[in-house]
């Protein structure tokens, strides 16, 4: 019994009836990756890599930026990680990579992936220092893109990152164009993951930086549940696991939502796991399913919360 309660604390992320849902956590860089071994993430869902490139005139070089990419991964060996290349643009400013043009709403900018086609540098420069560090490691190395609108942006980055010695290639799911066509992308892509952030930002056409407009970035609203269950759709047609490494993982009660809309793994900030993972201990796949069910017959953030918990009785 008392192993029982031990990786119920501390253990790999299942429901009570023995579905595996992944748990990872999502870091900035190495110095997360103790908090992350902490809370018992089982890799890396989702590293920001911006934080090397922040605050500094000149890129970081190959050689800097594998180093820290191999000190990620050796924290977990056989693990999963998964990288995504810079995400920068006018709304996360690099001084050295300032969009082509002048750019009066930077969240509509070229951003993420879009800027980093303008300077294929960049992004060769740190797939070559990601297959490095790879090549070195004994952890599973995905990466990903973000801000990915299209099928042809998809084929584009995969066949890119294989070219660069990289075999597993994923997207962002966080544009509702994304979610939409989330087939045509999964014939291109190995893995899917949601930022559901950034996805609920451009479905309810609500800046996340106002304050003011918080209630219309909520995950619960129900459109943007919809868009989830799309997305998912489209990455099971063509047998490809869709994670989620927005803010929603994190919310033990959502979490238990996404699960029951088929979302194969969970990445959120470490402190996060623990409750998550008591959460999807307490209940079974079903449960889960009948909660998603639930939450989207209803017509708003509030009433998506409540019939969810409703179905979930194990949430304190
Ligand atoms: C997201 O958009 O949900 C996401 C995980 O990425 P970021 O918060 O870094 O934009
Ligand atoms: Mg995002």
Redesign the pocket.
């Known amino acids: 019994a008392r192993d029982a309660v031990l990786a119920a604390a501390t253990g790999p992320g299942m429901t009570s009836d023995g579905h595996a849902v992944p748990l990872l956590a999502n870091i900035g860089g190495p110095r997360d990756v103790a908090a992350a071994l902490e809370h018992g993430a089982e890799g890396v869902g ?1 590293y ?1 890599t911006e934080f090397l490139f922040l605050d500094r005139t000149a890129a970081p070089s190959e050689q800097e930026q594998e180093a820290a990419y191999l000190e990620v991964l050796n924290a977990f060996p056989g693990g999963r990680v998964v990288v995504r290349t810079l ?1 920068a643009g006018a709304d996360k400013p690099l001084a050295f990579l300032p969009p082509p043009g002048a750019e009066p709403n930077p969240a509509l900018g070229q951003r993420g992936l879009r800027l980093l086609r303008a300077y294929p540098e960049i992004l060769n420069t740190q797939l070559a220092a990601l297959a490095r560090a790879a090549a070195r490691s004994s952890a599973k190395l995905q990466v990903m893109a ?1 801000m990915v609108a299209t099928a042809e942006e998809t084929a584009w980055y995969v066949a890119t990152c294989r070219e660069a010695g990289l075999p597993e290639a994923g997207v ?1 799911i ?1 544009i509702p164009s994304a979610a939409l066509r989330a087939a045509d992308l999964a014939q291109e892509a190995d893995f899917f993951s949601l ?5 609920a930002q451009y479905t309810f056409a609500a800046d996340r930086q106002v304050g003011a407009l918080t209630a219309l970035q909520d995950a619960w609203q129900p459109a943007l549940l919809d868009l989830v269950a799309l997305a998912v759709t489209g990455a099971v047609e063509r047998g490809r696991p869709c994670g989620v ?3 929603a993982a994190g919310d033990p009660v959502l979490a238990c939502v996404l699960v029951g809309l088929g979302v194969t793994s969970l990445s959120m900030a470490a402190p996060a796991l623990p409750a998550v993972r008591a959460a999807l201990s307490r209940h079974t796949r079903e449960q889960c399913l009948l909660a998603a069910q639930s939450a989207m017959t209803t017509v708003s953030a509030q009433e998506a919360r409540a019939a969810a918990r409703s179905q979930l009785p194990g949430l304190a």
């Open positions: 989702l920001r995400d973000p962002m966080e930022g559901t952030n950034d996805l490494c927005g803010e």
